[in-house]
Structures are given as structure tokens and as C-alpha cells.
């Protein structure tokens, strides 16, 4: 993996932007999202609950543990990201970005990493 992309999802999301990644180790900002989880979404979240290393180390370190996306680029083909499939853009990507504007900035962003296939150079021809 390069290292630019080191804080980049397997679905494409730019950890350093998530507030609940940035809550992980800003008690404040995590004490804020379990307020508005509970004022917006009705669901008592602890703020000590609030936090997130990203896909790229422990699972029990994530913020969503049951993400689909996660396990399947990472947990059952061990690729490091979504465009590295053959597959991609599969529907489940694509469903899952219609859901937030940042969703529709992430499946983007994987197109942009997506490196052009170069077909397999030739035998040397030899005159």
C-alpha cells in the first residue's frame, strides 16, 4: 500500500476527515457524537464507545465491527481496498454510496487510486 494512502478506507472514506476516527483520541469530540447520536438518531451511545482506528487493524478497533464493505475486501479477499477487485465497482459499493454525500466522495476517490491494467509485455523479439 502507498504510503499516501495509508489513512484512506478499504471503501475509499479519508479516515483523517471522520470525526469519530478524530474522537478516538479526543475525549470532547467524542462526548459531542454520543450527544448527537442521541439527540438525532435516538440511540444512547457511551463516548467512550466513540472511537475508530480505521480498517486497517484490529477489527475490534472499528467503528462499525458488522461493516459489509470491510468484510468483504479485507476479511474474506485480503485486498487492501475496493478497487483492487475484480469486481469493482461491484453493487455493494455502489448501493453504499448513494447513501451520503461523503460515500459518493469515497467510491470516487477508489476510481481515482484505481492504477490502469498495462497488458503483459511481450517476448523480446529479437532480430
Known sequence: ???EYHMIGACGLDCSECDIFAA???PTIAGQLADWFR????IYVDSRDVRCKGCRGDIEDLWSKDCKIHKCCVEEKKLDFCNECSEFPCEQ???WSKGDKTYIEALARLK???KPKHPPIGEPRIL
Do not use: P, S
Not at 39 to 42: E, F, I, S
Open 93 to 95: 459499493l455502489v448501493e
Open 1 to 3: 500500500m502507498k504510503k
Open 24 to 26: 478516538t483520541n479526543n
Open 112 to 114: 481515482k487510486m484505481k
Open 39 to 42: 439527540r438525532t438518531k435516538n
